[in-house]
Each structure stands twice: as C-alpha cells, then as structure tokens.
C-alpha cells in the first residue's frame, strides 16, 4: 500500500510576489494572497473567505483525498479499531459540591458530553443538565464550553463553539426548568465566575483580534450592551485569565506573558467591588496564587513562584499586604524539582512537582506542617490532580496512568493516607498492559545534555533496526508531553510501529531551565533535540534512517517544519497539524490574535533585529529549499485563531514549487472546524485514522495488526 502522488495533479497556487524589507533584509513571499483581509470577519463566519481562496483550499482538500485513496480501507479498519476501545456509555467519577454530585457522561452513539448531576451520594435522581449531542444537532461544528453552576445551584452559566474559532456564546440555565433565560452574551472565551449571590457573571471578552483583554460584569435578565466593564488590560502582549478560588467568595484575575505574570483579587460578594492589585508584575518573576481565607486567623494568599527560586517555591502572604517583604516561605526551592502546581485546602496544601521527568504529588498539612507524597514505580507515566469543588475536604482525587496502563482515576484520604479506585478506564474490545512495554531512554545531544525519550511498543517487536517510529514531539510554552495512555495509538503499536515522545527543550520535563532553553535564542535547541532523539532511536537499534515519522502539531508543527528543512534523510514521513510554520510573517504582523503575547516566546522582530534574523534563520517557511522532502501531510483549520490557514497553505505551496523528490505533499483544511479539528469523539477518531494510516503507508508497515 503506497501513496501516488501522480494519482492526480497537485494544485499550484499562482505565485504573486510580494516584497518588503525589513531590517536590511529583503523578503519576497509569493504565496501571501493566501491569507484573506477580511481574516477576522472569515473567524466569525467562513462562508465570507474569499473565492479564490476558498476554490483552492478545496482543490487541495480534493487532491489529498485523491491521493490517500489507497489508504482508506486502513482508515475505516483503524477508525473501528479506536472505536471499539472507547467505552461508548462511558461516564466521569461525579464531583460533590453541597447537596449534588456533579458529572459528565456520554450515551451509546453519542459525539458530546452530556451534563448532569444528581443527589449527593445517591446512584439515582439524574438531572440532565446539557445535553451536547441534542445541542450539536444540525450543526456542522458543535464545541460545548464551559458549564458552571451558581452558588446556590439554581443556575447554570454554559457556552458553546459553532464555528472552531473560539468565539464562544454565553447563556444561563435554569435548572428547576431547563430552559434557557434570554440572556445572551457573545463572543466570549467560554468560561464565567457567578458572583456569590448568584445575580450576576463575569466573563472575558475578546476583542476584534481575539485577544482576551476585558472583562465585563453581566447582570442576569440584562441585556449585553449594558454590561459593565470590571477590568481591562492595555497591554496587548498580556493573556487576561480569571477564575473563582477553592474557597470561594474571591475571583483571582491574571495578567500573563510567557515570562511574568500580574494578578488583581475581585470580591465576588459585593457588586461594586473593583480589582485590586495583589501581585505586581516584575520582569522574568512569575507567580501562581491560590486563596485561604483564614490560615493562621487571616484571609493568606499560597503563592508557587520562581521569584529566586528557578524550579518555583511557595510562599504565604496575607491578602491584605501581600507585597513581597510580607512573605514567608513554605516550601523551599529545590534545584531539578519543578513544582508544577500549587493547590490549597481547608487543611491541606497540595503540590505536583517533577524530578527526573516523572511526577509526584505531595501532600502538606497546614497545621503540622507534615508532608508525604504520593509516586509510582513505572519507568514513564502520567500524574494529574482534579481538585474538585469543595474547599473543606480531606479527600483529594488524582489520575494516573501510563503509556500502558489505562487511566485510573483515583480518591485519597489525606488523613488517613489510604486510596480508593473510583474508576478504571474500560477498553471495551480488550487491553492487556502485559502485552506491551514503556521505556524511558536519554538521547545524547550535542552540547551534552540528554533529552528524555519515553516509548510504548508491543511486547516481541523486533528491536533490530526494522521497526517504524512515530516520534511526537513539541517543546514549546514550557508544556511538558505526558507518558499518557492512549486507546487511539495502539493502532499503530499493533501495527509493529515504536511510539516515541521526544522531551526536546522548550518543555518543562527537566525544570524550568528546560524551558528557557528552549526558546528565544535557544529555540533551535528544540529542533536539534528532536534530531538527537531520532539519532539515538536508529543507534539504539529501535529503528533505522528513513523509517522513522515525525509528528507534532501547531508550535510542533514549527518543529514539523524546521526538521524537515534541516534533517529530511531522517524521516520516512512528516505529520504537521495545524502547524505554525510561516513565523517571520506572522511575528512581524501584531494584527494577529497571538503575535504580540507571544514576542516574548520567540522574540519581537519588529523592534529586535537580531530577533527578526534568528527567526528568519529557521523559521520553517522560509528555510523551504530546493532539496528531497519526504511525505508531508499538513493539517489547517478554516476558523483557526491560533494559526492560521494561510500558515500551513502557504508553506505547502512553497514546499511544492522547491523540492526536488517525487513524494505527495498534503494539506487537508477543515473547512468547518478551528484548531482542534472536528469537536465530536468519534469524527475526531477520523482525522486521527488517518494520520495514522499515513504514517503506516509512508513505512510500508503492516496494514493489519500483528498478531
């Protein structure tokens, strides 16, 4: 089974060439007709994307079907396969708050979750709150948001995405009726905080760039346009966040940047209360608060900060006078131990660090300052906490699992230190953790560091250098890849393919210094990482040169493309999703919605000339040159905010016009969805079939699974 790339001509967009310099440098970009003016009305609405843009967005939608035509019997078996993993009626451990326990669950055929609740502690009275799959009906794109419910339970604020571009549509429940009040609040980022008397919400607002900016406070049964502005931020570099704390009655309001934080406490009990300032932003300081209203007799912020502390330490601060000689440790810094994040209870502060790029959670009782942790012996796997609603609880809940090991879904008694599995995920058609093995392996890179590389295969895969590699990789944002399990890749672990995460640099896997030097002027550190991974893949005897597939998406689409440009004798296939490629053109224009928070991620080159060439020398677009590629198969969205369309268009057209190899480049645009792809469980399954099933053609590995 192969791809024909000769099964149908390729599209070729006309080349009209654009030019302007810019610090010196004189750049030409033949393909920027590609990105529509009317890009932000074309978020609202993508039926208005201009025609000539539309017509070859479908004409390569058209050719890409064409070409993986041989490959879609593998696409529907694999889509089976997935299917038949997922339990179908599957329902989430119900969370208590006060006299319900609240819940998703999804129902046999069902695409969306379902919304409910019912009386605390009791296995009947379900109350459905929401109904996704009902929602979803008629609608080509269906997305539900957030669904918070209001203090008194009465209510329920819920949103929801009809488009992929993040634009979400806020309404109010009730739930003595299940019907919907008139209120209506648009364009929005999909969450709300009630006030505490249930009258009113706060929401953000985006803004004509889809910047989260303002936040406005909307009084139930009124309409939108009266809503009052509570907050807004001037600097459009910063990302606005707000959430309700544990403990409840404060809002915490955050101002971020990829290198500090500022964050404005709001009294959700008075409804002329104005943001106050709690911690002040601070170049290259960041700090993550967390609200207990009466530790030792007063209102104390908990706050997990790098402030002289590089891996974060947490400190205790009154509300009232939180400046920072009103500090005082807690927990101190400890170099190579990242604390990733900070939770705080009645009696309890709960934290999830890292050592060695393997998680713990460790428990501190606020009173006796006595501290055990919670770990595991697997040589890979993956930790998270779920806080849940209530502040006043010796239970805290947690999920584990690892590249073998379905999730487990766990509550721990605090106190008395013991554990009950709430839930194990089913895999319907069978899974036998014996059957297949996780690694964790330390690639040497050039500069000697070693880069963490964590593998799940099926056990008796030849180790010889014969089998293929999917290596996932992104390494930005200081986001860690968990060593997570997943249903979906067993498709290809049965299929005799090698998983592999590359840790690279720009993660937080081995503490924040990972991070840093991961970015800016140390971004290709990222790149040269994941080459290293794949180096040591083929001495390791795991695989060989040009059996390996390449896959990340939006800033690992960036990886994407820069290996590919530098090291394409590695890679028998690159899989990039919504891959953000076109770098210098979308740094350099601060219309987009992501463009200025994200100068200080990859440097400003509009005002940094160094900046603008560091970019320029491996931003992916313009790195295209005249040499072999191997297949490609890029992945857009029409409605995306993040990156754009014209990204990944663009850098297909390019790749088209230079390479000098006969193999299929791709792209297919999901001409009703953003960045996330298609928004039900099941059409989304499809779209990863068939990246998979691509990944499996380009190796020549087996089409059934291996027995």
Same mark, same amino acid.
């Given at each position: 089974m192969t791809l024909d790339a000769k099964a149908a001509p390729a599209p070729v967009a006309d080349p009209r060439p654009t030019r302007r310099s810019v610090h010196g440098v004189d750049l030409v970009d033949d393909y920027a007709w590609l990105r529509a003016a009317n890009w932000q009305e074309a978020l609202r609405d993508p039926g208005v994307l201009p025609a000539p843009i539309r017509d070859h967005l479908m004409a390569e939608n058209a050719y890409a079907e064409t070409v993986l035509a041989p490959v879609k019997p593998l696409i529907e078996a694999m889509v089976r396969e997935m299917r038949g993993r997922i339990k179908e009626d599957d329902s989430a451990v119900p969370s208590p708050d006060g006299p319900f326990d609240y819940y998703d669950r999804y129902r046999e055929g069902g695409q969306h979750p379902i919304v409910c609740r019912r009386p605390r502690g009791s296995e009947d009275g379900e109350q459905v709150m929401l109904d996704g799959d009902a929602l979803a009906e008629g609608r080509? %794109?269906? #997305?539900?948001?957030?669904?918070?419910?209001? $203090?008194?339970? @009465?209510?329920?604020?819920?949103?929801?995405?009809?488009?992929?571009? !993040? %634009?979400?549509?806020?309404?109010?429940?009730?739930?003595?009726?299940?019907? #919907?009040?008139?209120?209506? *609040?648009e364009e929005t980022g999909g969450d709300a905080v009630w006030s505490a008397d249930g009258s009113a919400l706060y929401y953000i607002r985006l803004d004509d760039n889809h910047r989260p900016l303002r936040i406005f406070r909307h009084v139930l049964g009124e309409d939108q346009a009266r809503d009052a502005l509570v907050f807004e931020e001037k600097d459009t570099t910063v990302f606005v966040g707000m959430g309700e704390t544990t403990a409840g009655g404060l809002a915490l309001i955050s101002c971020s940047q990829s290198d500090s934080t500022e964050t404005f406490a709001l009294d959700l009990t008075r409804p002329d209360a104005e943001p106050r300032l709690v911690l002040p932003r601070r170049e290259d300081v960041k700090a993550y608060p967390d609200y207990h209203p009466s530790w030792r007799g007063e209102p104390t912020l908990f706050i997990r900060t790098n402030d002289e502390a590089e891996d974060y330490r947490i400190v205790a601060a009154p509300l009232a006078a939180p400046q920072r000689e009103r500090w005082s440790e807690v927990v101190p810094h400890r170099p190579g131990v990242l604390i990733l994040s900070a939770h705080v209870l009645k009696d309890w502060l709960i934290r999830l660090e890292r050592e060695n790029a393997l998680p713990r959670i460790v428990i501190r009782n606020l009173t006796t300052s006595e501290e055990h942790a919670i770990a595991f012996d697997e040589e890979a796997y993956s930790l998270g906490v779920l806080p849940g609603y209530e502040f006043d609880t010796d239970t805290l809940r947690f999920v584990y699992s690892s590249m073998t090991t379905p999730n487990e879904t766990w509550d721990y008694d605090m106190r008395a230190r013991t554990r009950v599995l709430r839930k194990r995920q089913e895999v319907p058609s069978g899974h036998d953790a014996a059957d297949y093995v996780t690694r964790r392996l330390l690639a040497p890179a050039a500069d000697g560091e070693t880069v963490p590389v964590s593998l799940v295969y099926r056990r008796g895969t030849p180790l010889d250098g014969t089998a293929p590699v999917l290596l996932y990789g992104y390494g930005s944002y200081g986001a860690s890849m968990p060593a997570s399990f997943s249903t979906s890749r067993l498709s290809l672990v049965d299929r005799g393919f090698v998983y592999a995460i590359a840790h690279v640099r720009g993660g937080m896997e081995k503490g924040y210094r990972w991070y840093r030097t991961g970015k800016r002027e140390f971004k290709t550190n990222t790149f040269t990482d994941f080459i290293a991974c794949a180096e040591h893949l083929v001495a390791k005897g795991f695989t060989a040169k040009g059996r390996i597939v390449a896959q990340g998406g939006s800033a690992g689409g960036m990886l994407m493309g820069a290996v590919a440009n530098m090291r394409p004798d590695l890679f028998a296939g690159i899989l990039a999703e919504v891959p953000f490629v076109d770098v210098v053109a979308t740094m350099l224009d601060d219309t987009l919605p992501l463009t200025p928070p994200e100068w200080r991620e990859w440097g400003n080159p509009i005002a940094d000339p160094e900046a603008f060439r560091r970019m320029l020398?491996?931003? $992916?677009?313009?790195? *295209? @040159?005249?040499? =072999?590629?191997?297949?490609?198969?890029?992945? =857009?969205? *029409?409605?995306?905010? @993040?990156?754009?369309?014209? !990204? $990944?268009?663009?850098?297909?057209?390019?790749?088209? =016009? =230079?390479?000098?190899?006969a193999h299929p480049v791709l792209l297919v645009t999901n001409m009703d969805a953003g960045h996330g792809g298609a928004a039900g469980r099941f059409d989304r399954l499809a779209e990863v079939a068939r990246s998979y099933a691509f990944a499996v053609a380009v190796t020549g590995a087996p089409e059934a699974p291996v027995q």
């Amino acid at each position: 089974m192969t791809l024909d790339a000769k099964a149908a001509p390729a599209p070729v967009a006309d080349p009209r060439p654009t030019r302007r310099s810019v610090h010196g440098v004189d750049l030409v970009d033949d393909y920027a007709w590609l990105r529509a003016a009317n890009w932000q009305e074309a978020l609202r609405d993508p039926g208005v994307l201009p025609a000539p843009i539309r017509d070859h967005l479908m004409a390569e939608n058209a050719y890409a079907e064409t070409v993986l035509a041989p490959v879609k019997p593998l696409i529907e078996a694999m889509v089976r396969e997935m299917r038949g993993r997922i339990k179908e009626d599957d329902s989430a451990v119900p969370s208590p708050d006060g006299p319900f326990d609240y819940y998703d669950r999804y129902r046999e055929g069902g695409q969306h979750p379902i919304v409910c609740r019912r009386p605390r502690g009791s296995e009947d009275g379900e109350q459905v709150m929401l109904d996704g799959d009902a929602l979803a009906e008629g609608r080509a %794109f269906f #997305d539900l948001g957030g669904a918070t419910h209001s $203090p008194d339970h @009465r209510l329920l604020a819920w949103s929801y995405d009809d488009k992929g571009s !993040e %634009f979400f549509t806020l309404k109010v429940r009730d739930l003595a009726t299940g019907t #919907d009040h008139a209120d209506l *609040v648009e364009e929005t980022g999909g969450d709300a905080v009630w006030s505490a008397d249930g009258s009113a919400l706060y929401y953000i607002r985006l803004d004509d760039n889809h910047r989260p900016l303002r936040i406005f406070r909307h009084v139930l049964g009124e309409d939108q346009a009266r809503d009052a502005l509570v907050f807004e931020e001037k600097d459009t570099t910063v990302f606005v966040g707000m959430g309700e704390t544990t403990a409840g009655g404060l809002a915490l309001i955050s101002c971020s940047q990829s290198d500090s934080t500022e964050t404005f406490a709001l009294d959700l009990t008075r409804p002329d209360a104005e943001p106050r300032l709690v911690l002040p932003r601070r170049e290259d300081v960041k700090a993550y608060p967390d609200y207990h209203p009466s530790w030792r007799g007063e209102p104390t912020l908990f706050i997990r900060t790098n402030d002289e502390a590089e891996d974060y330490r947490i400190v205790a601060a009154p509300l009232a006078a939180p400046q920072r000689e009103r500090w005082s440790e807690v927990v101190p810094h400890r170099p190579g131990v990242l604390i990733l994040s900070a939770h705080v209870l009645k009696d309890w502060l709960i934290r999830l660090e890292r050592e060695n790029a393997l998680p713990r959670i460790v428990i501190r009782n606020l009173t006796t300052s006595e501290e055990h942790a919670i770990a595991f012996d697997e040589e890979a796997y993956s930790l998270g906490v779920l806080p849940g609603y209530e502040f006043d609880t010796d239970t805290l809940r947690f999920v584990y699992s690892s590249m073998t090991t379905p999730n487990e879904t766990w509550d721990y008694d605090m106190r008395a230190r013991t554990r009950v599995l709430r839930k194990r995920q089913e895999v319907p058609s069978g899974h036998d953790a014996a059957d297949y093995v996780t690694r964790r392996l330390l690639a040497p890179a050039a500069d000697g560091e070693t880069v963490p590389v964590s593998l799940v295969y099926r056990r008796g895969t030849p180790l010889d250098g014969t089998a293929p590699v999917l290596l996932y990789g992104y390494g930005s944002y200081g986001a860690s890849m968990p060593a997570s399990f997943s249903t979906s890749r067993l498709s290809l672990v049965d299929r005799g393919f090698v998983y592999a995460i590359a840790h690279v640099r720009g993660g937080m896997e081995k503490g924040y210094r990972w991070y840093r030097t991961g970015k800016r002027e140390f971004k290709t550190n990222t790149f040269t990482d994941f080459i290293a991974c794949a180096e040591h893949l083929v001495a390791k005897g795991f695989t060989a040169k040009g059996r390996i597939v390449a896959q990340g998406g939006s800033a690992g689409g960036m990886l994407m493309g820069a290996v590919a440009n530098m090291r394409p004798d590695l890679f028998a296939g690159i899989l990039a999703e919504v891959p953000f490629v076109d770098v210098v053109a979308t740094m350099l224009d601060d219309t987009l919605p992501l463009t200025p928070p994200e100068w200080r991620e990859w440097g400003n080159p509009i005002a940094d000339p160094e900046a603008f060439r560091r970019m320029l020398a491996y931003s $992916p677009y313009d790195n *295209v @040159r005249a040499q =072999a590629y191997p297949p490609i198969l890029a992945l =857009a969205g *029409v409605s995306d905010p @993040r990156v754009t369309y014209w !990204e $990944p268009a663009k850098w297909v057209a390019r790749l088209r =016009a =230079a390479k000098t190899d006969a193999h299929p480049v791709l792209l297919v645009t999901n001409m009703d969805a953003g960045h996330g792809g298609a928004a039900g469980r099941f059409d989304r399954l499809a779209e990863v079939a068939r990246s998979y099933a691509f990944a499996v053609a380009v190796t020549g590995a087996p089409e059934a699974p291996v027995q």
